[in-house]
C-alpha cells in the first residue's frame, strides 16, 4: 500500500480509537475493484503496511475467521452504494447496547438523519446479506445484532462523523430514559435532510476531504474575500479558532454549527455554509446584512444567518452567537423539553433552559420559533437540532457553551 493510504488509515483509526468508537473493529476504502481493509483493536499503536488486506471477489473466499466475515460486510455495505468510498464496524459501548437491543432507532436528530439516514435498522443476522438489507433505502448505518454497528460514508472522515453522530443518538435513547425519553422526527422531514444534505449541504466539504485523502492539492475558484480591514481579518480569525475549538471539545461534528460577530448595528461575520472548520480560511467568512439577510465574501453563508441575526440585533449586550450541536446538550435537543439548570450553573445559565419547538435548520420558522422562546436566557435548545447561545462576545458564548454542556450532563446524570 501506498504512504498516503497508510496515514489515512493511521489517522481515522486513531481518532476511532481515541474517541472510543472502536474497541475491536474493522475500517475499509474502496480500491479498484475491491476493498483495503484493517482491523482496529484499542491497543494497537500503528498500523502497518502488513495490516492492511486488499480483498475483491478473487481473494475473498481466502480469508479466515472474524476477519473474513468483516471483510464480506464491509465489501458488501461499500460495493452497494455506488457514492460509498469507506466503511467501519464500529463498537462503543453505547452502540454496542443498543445494538443488543435489537431494534430500529428512529430519527431523534436532524444531523443523525442528514448523515446516517432516516432510521437505523438492525440487520437480521450478523451477514452481509441482511446488512445490505438493512442499509438500503437512504441509509447510511445499520445495526449488527450485539455487535455494534456498520457505518458507511464517502470518505473514511464522513464515515468518523457518522459513527460519532450514531454514538451520540444511541447514548440520547439510553440516558434520556430516566427523563422522559427521546421523542423522533417526522419522518419526511427526516428524508428531506438527509437527501438535501447529500445532494447539496455536504457536497463542497466531501470534496475538498475526498481530494485530501487522495493526495490532491486542487483549489476551486472562490469570489473576493469580503474580510478586508484589520478589525475584519482579527475577528474572522477569532471564529475560525472557535470553530476549531468546538470540533477539539465535541460540541460540534463535522461541517455542524456556526458562529456569527457583530461587526457593528447592521452588519455581522458568520460562517459559510459547509465547510470543515480545520480546512476554513478566515478570509472565507461571509459579511451578512442582518436587515436583509445578503452577504458578500467568497463563500455562502451559513443557512442559519437568519437565527444568528435575530439575536444579535435583538440586544445591544449580545455580540457573539454560537450554534453547535453538543454531546449532552443534544440529548435535551432530542428530549424536545425545556431544562432546569442545576443550581452549580445557575449564575451562568439562570433558571431554566428553554427549547424551541420543531423546524427544518435554515427556515424561517425555526427562527420564529426560536424568538418565541428563548426570552432572557442565555442559550436555548433547537428540538431535534442543537443549541443556541448568545454572548458579550465570542469568549463568553464559549464560556456559556461550556457551562451548558457540563449542566446537560449533571442534569441527565442526577
Not at 419526511?188 to 466539504?205: D, G, I, M, R, T
Not at 431544562?339 to 419547538?357: H, K, N, Q, S, T
Not at 420543531?358 to 436555548?380: E, M
Request: charge should be negative.
Amino acid at each position: 500500500m501506498n504512504e498516503l493510504t497508510l496515514a489515512n488509515f493511521n489517522k481515522y483509526a486513531k481518532l476511532l480509537v481515541e474517541k472510543k468508537y472502536i474497541e475491536s473493529g474493522f475500517i475499509a476504502t474502496r480500491h479498484e475493484d475491491g476493498i483495503i481493509v484493517a482491523k482496529v483493536t484499542s491497543n494497537l499503536d500503528a498500523l502497518k503496511d502488513e495490516n492492511l488486506v486488499f480483498v475483491n471477489d478473487k481473494n475473498v473466499e481466502s480469508l479466515e475467521g472474524n476477519f473474513r466475515a468483516a471483510a464480506v460486510i464491509l465489501f458488501c455495505a461499500i460495493r452497494q452504494d455506488k457514492n460509498a468510498g469507506a466503511a467501519a464496524i464500529v463498537d462503543s459501548d453505547k452502540i454496542l447496547a443498543f445494538s443488543s437491543k435489537r431494534k430500529t432507532l428512529k430519527p431523534i436528530l436532524d444531523d443523525m438523519a442528514q448523515v446516517c439516514g432516516i432510521s437505523i435498522k438492525c440487520a437480521a443476522k450478523n451477514t452481509a446479506a441482511e446488512v445490505v438489507s438493512a442499509i438500503q433505502g437512504q441509509r447510511n448505518a445499520c445495526f449488527l445484532p450485539d455487535a455494534g454497528a456498520v457505518v458507511t460514508g464517502r470518505t473514511l472522515d464522513e464515515v468518523f462523523t457518522a459513527t460519532l453522530v450514531l454514538d451520540k443518538a444511541c447514548n440520547a435513547e439510553i440516558l434520556a430514559e430516566a427523563k422522559g425519553g427521546t421523542s423522533a422526527m417526522n419522518v419526511c422531514n427526516a428524508l428531506l435532510e438527509h437527501v438535501v444534505f447529500k445532494l447539496k449541504y455536504s457536497k463542497k466539504n466531501q470534496e475538498q476531504q475526498k481530494e485530501a485523502e487522495a493526495g490532491e492539492e486542487k483549489k476551486a475558484e472562490e469570489k473576493p474575500s469580503a474580510i478586508v480591514t484589520d478589525e475584519e481579518k482579527k475577528i474572522a480569525k477569532d471564529i475560525k479558532d472557535a470553530g476549531v475549538r468546538m470540533l477539539d471539545e465535541n460540541l460540534v461534528q463535522g461541517t455542524w454549527g456556526n458562529i456569527a460577530v457583530k461587526l457593528d448595528e447592521k452588519t455581522m461575520l458568520a460562517t459559510p455554509s459547509a465547510l470543515d472548520y480545520i480546512m476554513l480560511e478566515p478570509s472565507q467568512m461571509a459579511k451578512v446584512d442582518m436587515d436583509t439577510l445578503e452577504w458578500t465574501g467568497s463563500n455562502k453563508a451559513t443557512s442559519e444567518k437568519g437565527l444568528h441575526a435575530l439575536l444579535l440585533k435583538g440586544d445591544a449586550n449580545v455580540n457573539a452567537t454560537i450554534h453547535s450541536h453538543p454531546f449532552y446538550g443534544c440529548i435535551l435537543a432530542a428530549m424536545g423539553k425545556s431544562m432546569p439548570v442545576p443550581e452549580a450553573y445557575r449564575d451562568v445559565l439562570g433558571d431554566e433552559i428553554p427549547c424551541a419547538p420543531a423546524a427544518l435548520p435554515g427556515t424561517k420558522k425555526l427562527i420564529k420559533n426560536v424568538g418565541a422562546s428563548i426570552g432572557s436566557a442565555p442559550a436555548c435548545f433547537l428540538s431535534h437540532h442543537g443549541v443556541i447561545v448568545r454572548g458579550k462576545d465570542l469568549e463568553d458564548a464559549f464560556r456559556i457553551c461550556r457551562a451548558l454542556e457540563d449542566a446537560c450532563k449533571a442534569y441527565l446524570e442526577g
